[in-house]
């Protein structure tokens, strides 16, 4: 039987949750014509058992959206196995990562711890700018003291929060790259 060509023949490295996973699995040893089942299973932060369905000697897996919009995003261990007449073999395994579903994302959910500390020391020092004398430095009551960063420090911190914001959104490169040639002035 010829599968169709968009028909993935293997779990992917990662999806989305509340996004329909479906591939096609060959289990040359373990044929479905020969009456073997398979099963995947997801473990994580949730857990999920999927029976594949037969076609031909082989097993279509399709992981619902429903199913998958129950998986709390993150790193999942999964397995496939096969049986019959008590017999069960593993015949994959593996990790993959189960990323957020954006179609229901609330303002502020696809931000990075990063780029939100970001903002808050950006906004901290736009608001010790706009009200420079309102600021405390340091205090002292009870014995108990607190110091505040300084303006010098809270920028020193904006700086090294946007570097690493910067590195993370491109794959911890610096930014991109640029060729640029430079030709010496001819002789006279």
């Known amino acids: 039987m010829m599968r169709p ?3 993935p023949t293997a779990l992917p490295d990662s999806f989305a949750a509340g996004t329909t996973v479906k591939y096609l699995r060959s289990v040359p040893d373990y044929p479905a014509s020969s009456g073997w089942t398979l099963r995947l ?18 097993f279509l897996v399709t992981i619902a959206a429903a199913t ?26 593996g990790q993959i990562v189960v990323t957020p579903d954006i179609s229901v994302a609330a303002p502020g959910d696809m931000v990075t711890s990063l780029e939100a500390q970001l903002e808050q020391v950006s906004a901290l020092i736009t608001t010790r700018l706009a009200n420079p004398g309102a600021d405390i ?14 303006l010098e420090g809270l920028q020193k911190l904006q700086s090294q929060l946007s570097y690493a914001v910067n590195r993370a959104r491109n794959g911890g490169g610096l930014g991109r790259q640029h060729r640029a040639n430079f030709t010496g002035a001819e002789n006279e």
Do not use: C, F, H
């Open 41 to 58: 299973y997801l473990a994580g932060a949730a857990t999920a058992n999927i029976l594949a369905t037969a076609v031909s000697g082989d």
């Open 68 to 93: 998958t919009a129950t998986l709390v995003p993150g790193l999942y261990q999964w397995t496939e196995r096969v049986t019959k007449a008590g017999e069960v073999y593993v015949v994959g395994s």
């Open 137 to 150: 430095a340091a205090y002292s009551i009870a014995g108990r003291s607190i110091e505040r960063m300084d």
């Open 5 to 7: 060509m968009d028909t």
